[in-house]
C-alpha cells in the first residue's frame, strides 16, 4: 500500500510534456527559503532603524541585521552547484531579485552609517551648517562612519549595475547617489576641522567634485528631486567659500575638460586681439576633439562642467560654432578685413574644421535635456542679436559653402564645408526633436477637463513651442540640401525630414542617444528620460476609471496634435518655392526636376558627373516624396455632396481632399505647359532622324517624362488610391511618355520606367489594365519597349521588367493556375536572386566611398535592386501551394535566362538564398533594406501555412464560420458547378504543411527569423508590418512540435521573450506582442523545462500571464498559454515562486471562470500545480476562494476534466488543516462526498478518498464530517466487495489500467476504515 504522499505527488499535472515525475531543484528551493530569510533580517532591521530616538547602539544593531542579510545573499549567490548549473545565474530573474535585496540591504546600511556619523558629530539633517561649531564632535569617528556609508554606496552601484531585469531601478539609484553625496559633503567639513594644510585643501576640493558629480548623475534622470537640488546649492556655496578662504580659486576645477576650455579662450582671445598670441591651429582642434570625446565618454559630467561657472563652457562652444559675423550672411568691409587677418593666422580650413568640431560638441551635449534647454534659450538670444535664425544660417551654407565647393581644385576645403554643414544640421535636428517633444507635453498636459469645439477638432492648432527654428525655412533647408553634390549632405537632409514629419520624436531620440552612447560605460547616461514617464500596462490596468478616462484624452489630445503637427509641417514643405516664405511653391516639383535632369543627361558636365544620381538615392527621393503626400492627405475630411454625385470628376468614387488634389494637379499643369521649342529640320531620302538622345529639346521632353514618371510611381507606392487618380486624372499623356523611356535608350530613364511599371503592376483597378495596355504588340515585338526592357544590358532594368511582368501573370487567372507558367516566374526570381559578379567587381569601387544611409544598409544600390525585385516577386509567388513546396523543398535555378540577372546556374537553393539574405552581417550583402525584411518574413510566413488555414483565420472574427460559407454558397450552384469548382481549388494539407516546415527548421530559417526581427537600432530596426509577419511565421512554425527543440536552439524562445514591450503600445504593437507571447506558449507546452537555461525558464513566465490575462486574446492562445503555465509550475519551486509574483493567482482565477471549457481546465490544471506555495495555500484559506474549487468538483457530469483537475488540488491541499476545516463547513462538500462515491468513476474516486483521509487525519470534527457523510461505511462495504481475487472484482472485466486504478482505491477504502477505528 503506498502512502498518500506519494499518492499525491503523481497528481501534478505534466500533460503532454510526456516526461517522468521532475524532482525539485534543492539549489532552487535554497535560494527560496533564503530569499524569505534575508527579508526577516531586513524586516528587524528596519524596525530598530525606525525607533524613535535611535542611538548609535541600536543603529548598530540594525546594521549587524542587514549585515547578516548580505552575508546571506553572497553565499547562496556563490554557490558552486548554482554556478555550473548555469553561467549567467547572474542575468536570470531569480539572481536580480537577490542581487536588488542585497542592494536595499547596503544602502539601509548606508543609511545607518550616515546617522551615526550625523550623532557622532551631535548634527541633525537640517543644521549641517553648524557642523564647523561643534568642537566636541568626535571627528575621527564621524569620518570612519562617513568612509564606510561611501563604501556601501559605491558597493550597492556597483550591484546595481549587474542587474537586467526591467524593474525601475530609478528611484533606489536616486537614494544611493544622494547618500554618498552628503556622505562627501560631510566629508569636507570633517576635513576642515582636522588641519588647513595644502594636502588637506586639496582632498577637500576632490571631495566636493565627488559630491556634486553624484547629484548632478542624479539630477539628470530624478530633475524634480528638491533635496538634492538643494544639497547642491549648499555644495557650491561651501565650494566657492572655501576656495575663496585658502585662496584656491584661481587653480581650482583644473580637470583635462576645464584646461581644454582655457585653450580656447586663449585661442579665441588671440584672435580677437590679433595678436596672434593664441594657440596653434593643430591645439585648438586637439582640445575641441578631446572635449567631444569628454562628451561621448561621459555625458552627465562633462555636460554639468559645461554648464558650470554661469554657463562658460557652452558660451565658448557657441561663440566658435557660430564665430561673429557668421550670423549676418552679409560681412562689412572691417569684418572682411578680420576673417582675412584670421586666414592668414589659422587658415580657412582649420577654421571650418573647429567650427564642425564645436557644432558636434554642442550636438551631443544636446542629448541632455537641461543643456538642450540651455542652448536653445541662448540661441534665441543670439538669433534676436543677429536677426538670423539657425536655418537661415544652414541654408546660406548650403548655397553659399558646400554646393559652391564644386568646383575648386581643393578638395580637403570642400570635405571641410560638406562636414560643417553636416554638423550644423545634425544639431538642427537634435533641437529639432527635443522642441517637438516639449510641444508634446505641452499639449499633454493641457487641461484635460476642457472641452474641445468641434471646430477645434477638425482642424486642432497645437502650441507652437517659441523656437529657434522656422518650419517654412526648415522646408526650405531640406529641400536645398536634398539637390547637394554631397551624398553625406542628401542623407543628413532625407534624416532631417524624416524627423520634421516624425509623429513621435521620443524613438528618435532615444536612437541616436543610444548610439552615442554605445561605447559608454556610464549607465546613469544611458537612462535619460525626455519626457514624461509613459505608465506601465500594469498601471494603466489598475487606473481608477476617472484617472484612466483622463488618461486616455491626453493620450488622443497628444497624438491628435502630432498628426497635425505632420501634416503642416509636410504642407509647408510641398508649398517651399525656395525664398522661405512657403507660399507659392513646390519643393516636389523642384527635387524631381533636380533628379529628373541628371537621369536625362546623355552627356553630363563635369558638375552632373559628379552629382550623378543612382538608383539607390532616386528610389529614396520617390519614397520620401510619396510619405509627404501620406501625411499631407487629409483621412478625416468628407466627401461633399457635389463631389458624390459628380463620381467621373472625383476620380470614379475615390476621394482626395482638396489639398491633395491641388498639390497634384498643380504639378502635372506646370509640367504640361513648359514651352519646348523644337528645331525643324528637312530630312533627305537618304537621311535619318538624330536618336542619339544629344539634342536639347529631346533631353528636355525625356527631363519631364522622367519627372512625371517618378511622381506617379511615388504616388502609387504611398497610396493606391491617390496614385490611381492622379494617374488617370492628371497624367494626360501617360502612356506616350511611358514609352519616351523606355525605348530612350538611357538606362536611368529605362529604369524609371522599369520601376514605375513594377508599382503600377501590383495596384488593381485602372492602373494595372494602364500596364497591361502598354505591353501591346508593338512594345511585345523585338524592337518593342518591353522587349527593350527585358533585354536591356543594365540588371536593374531588366529586374524592374521582370517584375512588372510576374505580378501582371500572376494577376491573371489562366498564369496564375497554370503550373507550367508559375514555375517559370519562379525560375525569374531566382534569377534574380543571384549577384552578378561583374557588376559588383564594377561597382566595388563606387560602393567604397558611398554612404551607406541608415535606412538602407546596401553596398550597390545596382546589386541591391534585382535582389529586391526578386524577393518581392517571391512574396507574390509564395501564396500558390506548388510554389510553396518548390521553395521548402530545394528548387534552384538550373538554367540562364535573357532575364536574369545570373551569369551561370545556382550552386544554392532558394530557399539557401533566401536564409542568406536574412543574415546580419552577409558577406556578399551586408544588409536589407526594411522593404526586403518584410517580404522575406511575408514570404516565411507563407511558406508556414495552408490556404484553407488562411480562409478559417480570416474568418476568425466573422459571424459565421467558413464551412457555413460555403454552404450558403452552395445553395446557388448546381452539383457538377460544385464539383468543377472544388476540382480548382488547391490542395494543401497538414502533412504538406508540416513537411515544408521540417524542411524550412533543417535549412535555419527559424534563425533567420530572430535575425530579422533584431535588425539593427532607429531607422534600419525592423518595422511594426515586418516584426508581425516574423512572430506569424515563428507561431506557425512552433505549431509543429517536431521542430520546437530547434527553434529554441535557433534562438526564437529567446527572440520573443526579449521582444515584450511596456507602456503606452499602439493595436499593431499589441497584435505583435500577443503573436510573440504565443509562440511562447506553442513552443513551451511540449517542452521539457529542465532543458531550459534559467533565463529562459524564468523570462517566459511574464508573457505567459500577460496572455492570458489579456482580454484581446483568443481562447486557443489562452489555452495553450495555460498548458505552458501547468508545464513550468510542475519543474520546481523557482518556477512556482515566479508565477506568483507575476500576480500568476489572480490571471489563473481569472481563466477558470473562462466561458471555453478547455480553458477552465486549463488554468485548474496549472493553479492544482502551484501546489503546495505558501501563496496558494493562503488563496485557498479563504472560505469563498475553496468553495470555488469544491463546486468546480461537483460540476463533473458537465465538465470532468476541469472536475477532476479541482479534486487533484484538493487531495492536496487537504493536508492543510485550516483548508480542512473551511471545507468541512460546506454543506456542498457532502453532496460531493456522495455523488463521486455513487458516481463509480475510478479517477474522481481516487482522489476523493485521499481528501476523505485527509480529512480523517486532522482528527476532531473533520473526522466527525467525514462519518456522518457516509464515507466509512461505504468504504467498508467497498473493500470487501471488490478486493483482489473477488467474483465482483472479476465480473467487471476491467482493462489494465483501470484495474491498476481499483486496486488503489480499494486500498485507500481500507485505509479509510483503519482510521476510523484507531
Known amino acids: 500500500l503506498r502512502s498518500p504522499n506519494a499518492i499525491i505527488k503523481n497528481l501534478h499535472f505534466t500533460p503532454r510534456s510526456k516526461m517522468a515525475a521532475i524532482n525539485v531543484d534543492s539549489d532552487n528551493d535554497s535560494i527560496t527559503n533564503v530569499i524569505a530569510v534575508v527579508e526577516g533580517f531586513k524586516k528587524e532591521g528596519n524596525a530598530l532603524f525606525q525607533k524613535a530616538g535611535a542611538t548609535i547602539s541600536i543603529l548598530n544593531e540594525a546594521m549587524e541585521r542587514y549585515q547578516s542579510g548580505v552575508n546571506k545573499v553572497d553565499q547562496t549567490i556563490t554557490l558552486p552547484k548554482i554556478i555550473s548549473k548555469d553561467n549567467n545565474i547572474d542575468t536570470t530573474k531569480l539572481m536580480n531579485q537577490m542581487l536588488y535585496l542585497k542592494v536595499t540591504l547596503l544602502s539601509n546600511m548606508a543609511m545607518c552609517s550616515l546617522k551615526k556619523?550625523?550623532?557622532?558629530?551631535?548634527?541633525?539633517?537640517?543644521?549641517?551648517?553648524?557642523?564647523?561649531?561643534?568642537?566636541?564632535a568626535d571627528i575621527d569617528t564621524a569620518t570612519a562612519s562617513l568612509q564606510t556609508t561611501i563604501e556601501y554606496v559605491t558597493t550597492s552601484l556597483q550591484s546595481l549595475d549587474q542587474i537586467t531585469s526591467e524593474q525601475d531601478t530609478r528611484p533606489t539609484r536616486s537614494k544611493l547617489l544622494y547618500r554618498r553625496s552628503k556622505a562627501n559633503f560631510l566629508m569636507t567639513q570633517t576635513s576642515a576641522s582636522n588641519s588647513n594644510s595644502n594636502s588637506n585643501n586639496n582632498e577637500t576640493v576632490k571631495l566636493y567634485a565627488s559630491a556634486q558629480t553624484d547629484l548632478q548623475q542624479l539630477l539628470s534622470f530624478d530633475t524634480h528631486n528638491k533635496s538634492a537640488q538643494t544639497l547642491l546649492r549648499q555644495i557650491k556655496v561651501h565650494s566657492a567659500k572655501m576656495l575663496h578662504t585658502t585662496g584656491m580659486a584661481s587653480s581650482a576645477s583644473h580637470s583635462p575638460l576645464t584646461r581644454a576650455l582655457n585653450h580656447l579662450k586663449q585661442h579665441e582671445e588671440g584672435i580677437v586681439s590679433g595678436s596672434g598670441s593664441g594657440i596653434d591651429g593643430e591645439k585648438f582642434v586637439t582640445s575641441l576633439k578631446f572635449i567631444h570625446a569628454s562628451l561621448l565618454d561621459d555625458l552627465v559630467n562633462a555636460v554639468h562642467e559645461l554648464l558650470g561657472n554661469d554657463g562658460r563652457g557652452i558660451r565658448q562652444l557657441l561663440q566658435l560654432a557660430f564665430p561673429p559675423g557668421s550670423l549676418r550672411l552679409t560681412n562689412t568691409d572691417e569684418e572682411e578685413n578680420e576673417n582675412e587677418n584670421e586666414k592668414e593666422i589659422y587658415g580657412k580650413r582649420m577654421q571650418n574644421q573647429g567650427q564642425a568640431l564645436a557644432?558636434?560638441?554642442?550636438?551631443?551635449?544636446?542629448?541632455?535635456?537641461?543643456?538642450?534647454?540651455?542652448?536653445?534659450?541662448?540661441?534665441?538670444?543670439?538669433?534676436?542679436?543677429?536677426?538670423?535664425?539657425?536655418?537661415?544660417?544652414?541654408?546660406?551654407?548650403?548655397?553659399?559653402?558646400?554646393?559652391?565647393?564644386?568646383?575648386?581644385?581643393?578638395?580637403?576645403?570642400?570635405?571641410?564645408?560638406?562636414?560643417?554643414?553636416?554638423?550644423?544640421?545634425?544639431?538642427?535636428?537634435?533641437?529639432?526633436?527635443?522642441?517637438?517633444?516639449?510641444?508634446?507635453?505641452?499639449?499633454?498636459?493641457?487641461?484635460?477637463?476642457?472641452?474641445?469645439?468641434?471646430?477645434?477638432?477638425?482642424?486642432?492648432?497645437?502650441?507652437?513651442v517659441v523656437s529657434i527654428l522656422s518650419n517654412k525655412h526648415q522646408a526650405r533647408v531640406c529641400n536645398t540640401a536634398l539637390q547637394s553634390q554631397y551624398d553625406s549632405i542628401k542623407s543628413m537632409a532625407l534624416n532631417c525630414l524624416s524627423a520634421w514629419l516624425e509623429p513621435n520624436p521620443l524613438p528618435i531620440l532615444q536612437s541616436i542617444h543610444a548610439h552615442q552612447c554605445s561605447s559608454n560605460k556610464d549607465s546613469t547616461a544611458k537612462k535619460i528620460s525626455y519626457g514624461k514617464a509613459e505608465p506601465t500596462e500594469e498601471e494603466v490596468h489598475q487606473m481608477q476609471p476617472r484617472k484612466l478616462a483622463e488618461y486616455r484624452k491626453r493620450c488622443y489630445q497628444r497624438t491628435h496634435g502630432r498628426r497635425v503637427r505632420c501634416r503642416r509641417n509636410a504642407l509647408y514643405f510641398a508649398n517651399d518655392n525656395g525664398d522661405g516664405d512657403g507660399d507659392g511653391g513646390n519643393a516636389i516639383d523642384s527635387i524631381l526636376s533636380f533628379v529628373a535632369s541628371l537621369l536625362s543627361s546623355s552627356s553630363?558636365?563635369?558638375?552632373?558627373?559628379?552629382?550623378?544620381?543612382?538608383?539607390?538615392?532616386?528610389?529614396?527621393?520617390?519614397?520620401?516624396?510619396?510619405?509627404?503626400?501620406?501625411?499631407?492627405?487629409?483621412?478625416?475630411?468628407?466627401?461633399?455632396?457635389?463631389?458624390?454625385?459628380?463620381?467621373?470628376?472625383?476620380?470614379?468614387?475615390?476621394?482626395?481632399?482638396?489639398?491633395?488634389?491641388?498639390?497634384?494637379?498643380?504639378?502635372?499643369?506646370?509640367?504640361?505647359?513648359?514651352?519646348?521649342?523644337?528645331?525643324?529640320?528637312?530630312?533627305?531620302?537618304?537621311?535619318?532622324?538624330?536618336?542619339?538622345?544629344?539634342?536639347?529639346?529631346?533631353?528636355?521632353?525625356?527631363?519631364n517624362c522622367i519627372k512625371n514618371c517618378l511622381f506617379i510611381t511615388s504616388l502609387l507606392l504611398a497610396s493606391n488610391e491617390v496614385g490611381s487618380w492622379g494617374l488617370k486624372e492628371c497624367w494626360k499623356d501617360s502612356r506616350n511618355e511611358w514609352e519616351t523611356l523606355a525605348s530612350s535608350g538611357n538606362h536611368d530613364a529605362m529604369a524609371v520606367a522599369a520601376e514605375c511599371a513594377s508599382a503600377a503592376a501590383g495596384v488593381e483597378g485602372f492602373v494595372r489594365s494602364w500596364i497591361q495596355s502598354c505591353m501591346n504588340p508593338d512594345n511585345t515585338s523585338e524592337d518593342g519597349a518591353w522587349?527593350?526592357?527585358?533585354?536591356?544590358?543594365?540588371?536593374?532594368?531588366?529586374?524592374?521588367?521582370?517584375?512588372?511582368?510576374?505580378?501582371?501573370?500572376?494577376a491573371d487567372n489562366s498564369v496564375a493556375s497554370d503550373e507550367g507558367e508559375l514555375i517559370a516566374l519562379l525560375e525569374v526570381a531566382a534569377g534574380l536572386l543571384e549577384d552578378d559578379g561583374e557588376d559588383e567587381e564594377n561597382n566595388d569601387e563606387a560602393s567604397t566611398n558611398k554612404m551607406v544611409s541608415a535606412t538602407f544598409n546596401s553596398s550597390s544600390s545596382g546589386q541591391q535592386a534585382p535582389v529586391e525585385r526578386g524577393v518581392e516577386l517571391l512574396t507574390y509567388l509564395s501564396s500558390k501551394t506548388s510554389i510553396k513546396d518548390e521553395i521548402a523543398h530545394g528548387f534552384a535555378l538550373t538554367q540562364v535566362h535573357s532575364y536574369s540577372s545570373a551569369t551561370t546556374a545556382s550552386e544554392k537553393t532558394v530557399l539557401e538564398r533566401l536564409v542568406e539574405l536574412s543574415e546580419p552581417k552577409n558577406k556578399r550583402i551586408p544588409g536589407v533594406s526594411p522593404a526586403v525584411a518584410f517580404s522575406l518574413a511575408t514570404t516565411f510566413a507563407s511558406l508556414s501555412v495552408s490556404i484553407e488555414t488562411l480562409r478559417n483565420e480570416a474568418f476568425a472574427e466573422k459571424e459565421i464560420t467558413s464551412e457555413q460559407f460555403d454552404q450558403i454558397?452552395?445553395?446557388?450552384?448546381?452539383?457538377?458547378?460544385?464539383?468543377?469548382?472544388?476540382?480548382?481549388?488547391?490542395?494543401?494539407?497538414?502533412?504538406?504543411?508540416?513537411?515544408?516546415?521540417?524542411?524550412?527548421?533543417?535549412?535555419?530559417?527559424?534563425?533567420?527569423?530572430?535575425?530579422?526581427?533584431?535588425?539593427?537600432?532607429?531607422?534600419?530596426?525592423?518595422?511594426?508590418?515586418t516584426l508581425e509577419q516574423v512572430v506569424i511565421a515563428m507561431m506557425r512554425f512552433a505549431g509543429e512540435a517536431s521542430i520546437r527543440g530547434a527553434m529554441i536552439q535557433q534562438g526564437c524562445l529567446s527572440a520573443c521573450i526579449n521582444f515584450m514591450k511596456n507602456g503606452e503600445l499602439s493595436e499593431t504593437e499589441k497584435k505583435i506582442m500577443r503573436h510573440g507571447q504565443h509562440t511562447i506558449a506553442k513552443i513551451l507546452v511540449t517542452t521539457n523545462p529542465s532543458l531550459l537555461n534559467t533565463s529562459q525558464c524564468m523570462g517566459s513566465i511574464k508573457p505567459l500571464i500577460l496572455l492570458v490575462r489579456d482580454t484581446d486574446s483568443s481562447d486557443l492562445q489562452r489555452f495553450e498559454a495555460l498548458l505552458s503555465l501547468t508545464n513550468l509550475a510542475s519543474h520546481s519551486d523557482s518556477t512556482k515562486q515566479r508565477i506568483i509574483s507575476e500576480k500568476g493567482i489572480g490571471a489563473l482565477s481569472y481563466g477558470m471562470f473562462s466561458s471555453h471549457e478547455m480553458v477552465r481546465k486549463a488554468a485548474t490544471e496549472a493553479m492544482t500545480n502551484l501546489v503546495p506555495h505558501p501563496k496558494i495555500m493562503d488563496h485557498l484559506r479563504e472560505y469563498d476562494n475553496l468553495k470555488v474549487w469544491v463546486a468546480f468538483s461537483c460540476d463533473f457530469d458537465e465538465h470532468f476534466e476541469c472536475a477532476r483537475a479541482a479534486l487533484g488540488c484538493l487531495a492536496m491541499v487537504t493536508q492543510d488543516r485550516i483548508i480542512s476545516s473551511e471545507m468541512c463547513k460546506m454543506n456542498l462538500s457532502k453532496g460531493l462526498i456522495k455523488d463521486v462515491l455513487e458516481s463509480g468513476n475510478l479517477e474522481l474516486m481516487h482522489r476523493l478518498l485521499i481528501i476523505v483521509l485527509n480529512l480523517m487525519e486532522h482528527g476532531g470534527a473533520c473526522l466527525d464530517f467525514t462519518i456522518e457523510t457516509g464515507t466509512v461505511a461505504f468504504c467498508e462495504v467497498y473493500a470487501q466487495s471488490f478486493q483482489n481475487g473477488s467474483s465482483k472484482s472479476c465480473e467487471l472485466n476491467f482493462s489494465p489500467a483501470d484495474k491498476k486504478l481499483m486496486d488503489i482505491s480499494v486500498a485507500l477504502a481500507k485505509e479509510v476504515v483503519s482510521v476510523s477505528n484507531r
Open 787 to 810: 522587349r527593350r526592357l527585358l533585354s536591356c544590358d543594365n540588371r536593374e532594368v531588366r529586374a524592374g521588367a521582370a517584375s512588372a511582368m510576374a505580378k501582371l501573370g500572376l
Open 604 to 703: 553630363p558636365s563635369s558638375l552632373d558627373e559628379i552629382m550623378k544620381i543612382d538608383g539607390y538615392w532616386r528610389k529614396e527621393y520617390v519614397i520620401t516624396i510619396g510619405r509627404i503626400m501620406n501625411h499631407i492627405r487629409d483621412e478625416n475630411a468628407r466627401e461633399s455632396k457635389k463631389e458624390s454625385d459628380d463620381k467621373d470628376n472625383g476620380g470614379g468614387g475615390v476621394y482626395i481632399d482638396d489639398t491633395t488634389r491641388g498639390i497634384i494637379q498643380s504639378f502635372f499643369d506646370k509640367t504640361g505647359h513648359q514651352l519646348t521649342i523644337e528645331e525643324i529640320i528637312d530630312l533627305g531620302p537618304g537621311d535619318v532622324p538624330n536618336s542619339n538622345g544629344n539634342n536639347d529639346n529631346d533631353v528636355g521632353h525625356l527631363s
Open 117 to 136: 556619523a550625523e550623532l557622532e558629530l551631535e548634527l541633525r539633517p537640517k543644521s549641517t551648517s553648524d557642523l564647523n561649531n561643534n568642537a566636541d
Open 969 to 1025: 454558397q452552395a445553395m446557388g450552384k448546381t452539383e457538377e458547378e460544385a464539383k468543377l469548382e472544388e476540382s480548382k481549388k488547391e490542395k494543401d494539407d497538414s502533412q504538406a504543411v508540416s513537411s515544408r516546415i521540417k524542411s524550412m527548421a533543417r535549412h535555419n530559417v527559424p534563425r533567420a527569423l530572430v535575425s530579422l526581427m533584431e535588425m539593427g537600432e532607429g531607422a534600419s530596426s525592423a518595422s511594426d508590418a
Open 359 to 464: 557644432l558636434q560638441c554642442l550636438s551631443s551635449a544636446s542629448a541632455l535635456p537641461v543643456f538642450a534647454l540651455k542652448l536653445h534659450r541662448m540661441m534665441l538670444i543670439m538669433e534676436q542679436d543677429t536677426k538670423c535664425r539657425l536655418d537661415d544660417y544652414v541654408y546660406y551654407l548650403l548655397v553659399n559653402g558646400s554646393n559652391n565647393n564644386s568646383n575648386s581644385n581643393n578638395n580637403s576645403e570642400g570635405s571641410t564645408s560638406e562636414e560643417l554643414v553636416n554638423a550644423v544640421m545634425a544639431l538642427q535636428m537634435r533641437l529639432m526633436l527635443y522642441m517637438h517633444v516639449v510641444e508634446d507635453d505641452m499639449i499633454y498636459n493641457r487641461d484635460a477637463s476642457t472641452s474641445i469645439s468641434a471646430s477645434e477638432s477638425e482642424n486642432p492648432s497645437p502650441p507652437i
